[in-house]
């Protein structure tokens, strides 16, 4: 009788919490577009660190000076495009491009007689960050030129052995982490929104005055906020694998680890909403931490490789230890030390953690209305 | 005249009052941006230079002075190790390759044949991989220019469009301050026309016997003000800080651009408040909103670096153009196409405060 109560208690709040998110669709719309949203941002994201559009006037169309051509377009540095100088000129004062490369008219003869030649270089320096990639590369298509032509006077080259058999391209990878910090943030608001309206609205007292377990009442709670966030989840998980073409290698994995984020996230944002009270303070707390957190928690590289700073950070958080299930459940990846299930118990520690917090906090609450 | 505008300037005040009380929110509104400065340094921080441990096995001269090379180009985090503390840190994941120079470089450089540095790379996502094929070639370029005499025959005229380069983090600066008052006119201005809808005082503003306009233009200015104070406290800090110098009459530049964007926001945050009339939803969606024109204006990096169709939408962000004036401005002393930038931002400015306006005009006429 005391377990059928307990349900009973579970589901009304469940309904209860369902049907007063549905009253707030322009949020519950938001909430559940949100893990795209992070997505699409992470691309921008990405792009802003791309190859430098930059302009080639090739004064001489010979076979060397397209053979240069083609170690400026190896060198992993360079958009390019072929111009005349003039228009090469106006797209650099435009804004359009940021570099401009000319290959002299006497290039292919100097080359041939072993003669000093000389490659021009105009660039919109306006960080020293991306003017030294530029740089960069056309000194690298220069020894790579070099080294083609007079293999015996350049004979130092790089010789590269890869682990995994294939590259995986920034934008899938980086896809990955979009997906978590949807299901994080969505989690947290849809849960924090939740606990926080109780006490705007001044409903609190009944609830937690009434004679239902507060288990009951925070459980009921969490599963509303869970569904919505498992829905958001889930509109994450087709764009990641429809639109961005991550496959998960385990999708067993996939499924386990998402809905883990999912319970994780909404109890952490239970005892958020509990703690604030307020839904506009928790809405920009939320949104105003989760982007650094997700940079603090390894999304670029493993954490290993950041300063032991951030990598002290990064451990107090559960959203590293998501990163690197996530990634091994997709990519077959390993981007920490623990094992899958070590990385799993730190993950089942926290969701304890906060779901014991958070009947604490409730529980504190009382007595404080029972004073 | 004198009466409307008395009743604008009190309807401001009211706002501004209101804004002044609720102090967490002007916190919570700026948390949002800072986090964002500290996501530019973070991410500068973890796209930069990666930990690669270094294996010397020929201790000859050639070996040595690639070996400082590679130490000189500044993209890695070089540890010289030997092989076995090079596979412990690269098994341990301390590491993202091992750059290992083999015994008898020396004599292969030497005699002319083909002499391999050997990368063993983790090459978990193609950017981190990128970094080490650009970088290992670019090591190998930096020992020829220092050879003598130099077998690459081909020297770089480079010439430099602008004075004077400015550091990314430094050059990141602007866009912060442009999201720091998109995020904080949104919320506040957006949150004051909504908070009158969820009170009901809306009910006493339109029952009382003032002029609508007189109403909406009190919010207008509330947002402005506020959020111009904000903007001028940034700059001033920047400015003490030797983050932003803009002389002469630039300063002028960019005190208008601030200015514009201002009351763009402003208008901005209206017409988003009176549209959701719901305190929660305007702030979940100001925070989207700026977040998004922010990242569309190439906030995180340089529009000029941007594929095409990013710069394409750009074109459509006001955001694009006030932070490009008062980059401008601020790092590189120049006006370049300064009227373009204050026209659009004058225009949006008006856009919005008109959009505010009838949004506003409909809510209050419901």
């Known amino acids: ?371 | 005249m004198k009466a409307f505008c008395r009743i604008v300037w009190i309807n401001a005040q009211k706002d501004l009052r209101i804004w002044l009380r609720q102090w967490y929110n002007i916190a919570a509104a700026l948390l949002m941006p800072l986090t964002y400065v500290l996501v530019v340094w973070l991410g500068a921080a973890a796209v930069g230079e990666s930990p690669v441990a270094l294996v010397l096995e020929d201790q000859g001269p050639i070996a040595q002075q690639v070996a400082q090379s590679l130490q000189d180009a500044q993209v890695f985090r070089l540890s010289l190790v030997n092989a076995a503390t090079a596979h412990h840190l690269y098994n341990n994941l301390e590491v993202a390759a091992i750059v290992t120079i083999p015994a008898a470089f020396d004599e292969q450089v030497t005699l002319g044949m083909r002499a391999p540095i050997v990368v063993q790379a983790n090459n978990l996502n193609l950017d981190l991989t990128n970094d080490l094929r650009r970088a290992v070639p670019d090591a190998i370029s930096v020992y020829y220019a220092k050879t003598v005499p130099n077998p690459l025959d081909i020297s770089i005229n480079e010439q430099n469009l602008r004075s004077q380069d400015i550091d990314v983090e430094q050059f990141a600066i602007i866009p912060m301050i442009s999201l720091l008052l998109l995020a904080h006119a949104l919320i506040s201005s957006g949150i004051a026309t909504a908070r009158e809808w969820e009170d009901q005082s809306i009910k006493e503003l339109l029952l009382s016997p003032v002029s609508r306009a007189a109403i909406i233009l009190g919010k207008v200015l509330a947002g402005f003000l506020s959020t111009f104070g904000l903007g001028l406290v940034l700059f001033t800090l920047g400015y003490v800080l030797g983050w932003t110098h803009p002389e002469g009459w630039y300063l002028g530049n960019a005190l208008l651009t601030i200015a514009l964007m201002s009351l763009f926001a402003s208008g901005l945050g209206i017409a988003v408040g009176s549209a959701l009339r719901r305190v929660q939803s305007v702030t979940s969606l100001a925070t989207t909103f700026s977040v998004w024109l922010f990242f569309l204006s190439g906030g995180l990096g340089v529009m000029q670096f941007e594929p095409d169709w990013l710069k394409h939408v750009a074109a459509f962000d006001p955001l694009t153009y006030g932070t490009h004036a008062l980059q401008m401005a601020t790092f590189y002393a120049s006006a370049d196409q300064i009227t373009r930038d204050l026209a659009v931002l004058a225009g949006s400015a008006v856009l919005m405060i008109g959009f505010g306006w009838l949004t506003m005009r409909r809510g209050l006429a419901r």
């Open chain 1, 1 to 371: 009788m005391m377990i059928l109560h307990f349900f009973r208690v579970i589901w009304a709040c469940l309904i209860k919490d369902l049907k007063s998110m549905l009253t707030e669709r322009a949020f519950l719309f938001q909430c559940i577009i949100l893990p795209i949203n992070y997505n699409l941002l992470l691309i921008l994201f990405a792009l802003a660190g791309s190859n430098a559009p930059t302009a080639v006037v090739m004064g001489d169309t010979g076979p060397y000076a397209q053979q240069f051509y083609q170690a400026l377009s190896s060198a992993h540095s360079f958009h390019l495009q072929q111009t005349t100088a003039t228009e090469a000129a106006s797209l650099l004062h435009a804004g359009e491009i940021v570099a401009v490369v000319t290959i002299p008219a006497d290039f292919d003869t100097q080359v041939a007689l072993d003669q000093p030649t000389s490659v021009g270089l105009k660039v919109n320096n306006l960080t020293t960050d991306l003017t030294d990639d530029v740089r960069r590369g056309v000194r690298l298509a220069v020894t790579s030129f070099a080294a083609q032509v007079f293999p015996d006077q350049v004979p130092i080259v790089a010789e590269e052995h890869d682990q995994h058999p294939m590259d995986i391209d920034y934008i899938p990878f980086l896809s990955i982490a979009a997906l978590i910090i949807g299901v994080m943030v969505g989690g947290l608001l849809q849960a924090g929104t939740a606990a926080a309206r109780e006490w705007e609205q001044h409903t609190i007292p009944e609830l937690l005055l009434s004679p239902a377990s507060h288990t009951a009442i925070a459980l009921g709670k969490m599963l509303a906020a869970a569904i919505i966030s498992l829905a958001a989840s889930l509109f994450s998980l087709a764009f990641v694998t429809l639109v961005i073409g991550d496959w998960p290698s385990f999708w067993g994995e996939v499924i386990a680890f998402t809905i883990l984020a999912s319970c994780l996230f909404v109890a952490a944002g239970t005892l958020l909403g509990t703690m604030l009270r307020r839904r506009q303070t928790l809405t920009i707390l939320v949104r105003g931490c989760s982007v650094p957190l997700f940079f603090l928690s390894g999304i670029f590289a493993p954490i290993s490789f950041s300063t032991s700073g951030v990598q002290f950070l990064a451990r107090l958080f559960p959203i590293h230890y998501l990163l690197v299930l996530e990634q091994h459940a997709f990519f077959g990846l390993s981007l920490n030390t623990l094992s899958v299930p070590e990385n799993l118990l730190i993950l089942v520690g926290f969701l304890a953690l906060f779901l014991t917090l958070t009947v604490l906090a409730m529980r504190r609450n009382m007595m404080g209305f029972a004073h």
